[in-house]
Nanobody, 125 residues
Framework: EVQLVESGGGLVQAGGSLRLSCAAS????????IGWFRQAPGKEREGVSF????????YHTDSVKGRFDISINNAKNTVYLQMNNLKFEDTAVYYC??????????????????WGQGTQVTVSS
C-alpha cells in the first residue's frame, strides 16, 4: 500500500522551530517531486517547500524563504521540513505530497497524486 506518513507537528511559540517528517512506504522517492502544502482555516491550500529527488532542486514560497529548509534522506525514504523562526501566520495543517511527474516551481496541488494525512502546526503569538 502506498502511503505518506507525516510527523512532527505541534504547538510552538513565535520564533521557535519545528521539523516535519514525511516517510514513504510502498514506494521510493526515486525521481519524485516531494514537498509540503499547507492550508489555514478559510484560506486556499498553498505550496510551501518542495524538492526534486533526482537533482536536489528546491522551491520555497516567498513567505518562508530564509526560514524553512527542505531535505531528503534517500536511505530512509524520508523528506524533512525544518521550520525556523516560526510566525503566527505559519499556523496551518501541513500536508506532504509526492508525485513522479509533478512540477515543483510552482507547485500545483492537482499535479500531486500521493498525499499524507496532514499534521497541525500551531504558532502562538
Amino acid at each position: 500500500e502506498v502511503q505518506l506518513v507525516e510527523s512532527g507537528g505541534g504547538l510552538v511559540q513565535a520564533g521557535g522551530s519545528l521539523r516535519l517528517s514525511c516517510a514513504a512506504s510502498g514506494f521510493t522517492f526515486d525521481n519524485y517531486a516531494i514537498g509540503w502544502f499547507r492550508q489555514a482555516p478559510g484560506k486556499e491550500r498553498e505550496g510551501v517547500s518542495f524538492i526534486s529527488s533526482d537533482d536536489g532542486d528546491t522551491y520555497h514560497t516567498d513567505s518562508v524563504k530564509g526560514r524553512f529548509d527542505i531535505s531528503i534522506n534517500n536511505a530512509k525514504n524520508t523528506v524533512y521540513l525544518q521550520m525556523n523562526n516560526l510566525k503566527f501566520e505559519d499556523t496551518a495543517v501541513y500536508y506532504c505530497a509526492a508525485d513522479p511527474y509533478a512540477e515543483i516551481d510552482p507547485p500545483v496541488a492537482a499535479q500531486y497524486d500521493y498525499w499524507g494525512q496532514g499534521t497541525q502546526v500551531t504558532v502562538s503569538s
